[in-house]
């Protein structure tokens, strides 16, 4: 049996930008990419601190070291440029690897979306 664990998750930053004539996906950074352990097309679920709406979408890589964070296709309904978001990813493993997994949480700075 497989369940789902909680991954990896990028905690707290802004829109940057929202684009809604884009195919679709959250455009990120690719340092926060990397930082998080994410891949590019992984299904992702975003929660919007501002609103409430919580949505999935999947991952498009972004400039390194831009501090872009871009909702494309209709999630830019969702979001405004300047919101705060929260940016999680769960993974399948049995109950015995979810035992010693641990997780990658980033805490980037929440002006710039940047590594500190």
């Not at 919101?83 to 109950?95: E, G, K, N, S, W």
């Not at 997994?101 to 980037?108: A, E, L, M, R, Y």
């Amino acid at each position: 049996m497989l369940i789902e664990v909680f991954k990896s998750k990028i905690h707290r930053v802004k829109v940057t930008e929202s684009d809604l004539n884009y195919i679709g996906s959250i455009t990120i950074d690719e340092d926060l990419i990397d930082a998080a352990g994410l891949v590019v097309g992984e299904r992702v679920y975003i929660v919007n601190v501002n609103n409430g709406e919580r949505f999935d979408t999947y991952v498009i890589k972004g400039k390194r070291n831009s501090g872009e964070i871009c909702l494309n296709g209709p999630a830019a309904r969702k979001v405004h440029k300047g919101d705060v978001i929260i940016i999680i990813a769960y993974a399948q493993m049995t109950p015995e690897e979810a035992q010693t997994f641990q997780p990658k949480i980033v805490f980037p700075n929440e002006e710039t979306n940047l590594l500190t």
